[in-house]
């Protein structure tokens, strides 16, 4: 089967990777939400691992970082008043580091996350990890392609987990792994398979 031009190629955008050195971190969701539960994650830790890798890396370089929280309300897996929704101790957001609260997949609705990256005055490129792939990460991606910027999702440091696909048969979790990514990649933004793609 032929593989089809990206979106991306078709209408000239740039596939150069940025260093993270000269990028905004945005860490979608790093919450606890996704390590236990009923919204476990297939390879939530590997993904966190990575994602404390790239948070570290970006820390030595003077990266502005912002970390991102997906708030449900009290009782919810996302609470994050509790212990559930609280932001993964490895990559918890240091002193300054701004912390933004949004309630819907695309961490830019309805939130002060675009007046935040203003006022870091963050250049266009951005760099994401986070959890879910196929959701916060994507639909995130998608805003940020929206409003001018440059997103690149880093994919070592993403996870998602097996859904029901329509026709009721199971999607396992690397395939919409998989789909979530090229998604991304076809348009939104550019896809980094590892961290050290963007810090070496």
Not at 55 to 73: E, F, K, M
Not at 158 to 164: E, G, I, M, Q
Not at 180 to 186: E, F, N, P, V, Y
Request: aromatic share 4%; with cysteine.
């Amino acid at each position: 089967m032929p593989i089809s031009t990206t979106l991306r190629d078709v209408i000239g955008l740039d596939s150069r990777l940025p260093r993270v050195a000269d990028a905004t971190l945005l860490m979608i969701d790093f919450q606890n939400t996704y390590r236990t539960g009923v919204m476990a994650l297939e390879g939530a830790e590997e993904a966190l691992a990575a994602g404390a890798r790239l948070l570290s890396a970006a820390r030595a370089q003077g990266t502005p970082v912002i970390h991102i929280v997906n708030d449900g309300g009290e009782g919810t897996p996302y609470d994050v008043r509790a212990e559930i929704g609280a932001i993964s101790p490895e990559v918890a957001p240091a002193e300054g580091e701004p912390v933004v609260v949004k309630q819907f997949p695309d961490a830019f609705h309805n939130t002060d996350l675009e007046k935040t990256l203003r006022d870091l005055g963050s250049g266009s490129d951005l760099v994401l990890a986070g959890f879910m792939t196929h959701m916060c990460v994507t639909f995130t991606a998608q805003g940020a392609f929206n409003l001018g910027y440059r997103p690149t999702v880093v994919a070592e440091a993403t996870a998602t987990r097996a859904l029901a696909a329509p026709d009721g048969t199971a999607l396992p979790a690397v395939a919409l792994q998989a789909a979530a990514l090229t998604t991304i990649g076809d348009l939104f933004g550019l896809v980094a398979p590892r961290v050290q793609d963007l810090t070496v």
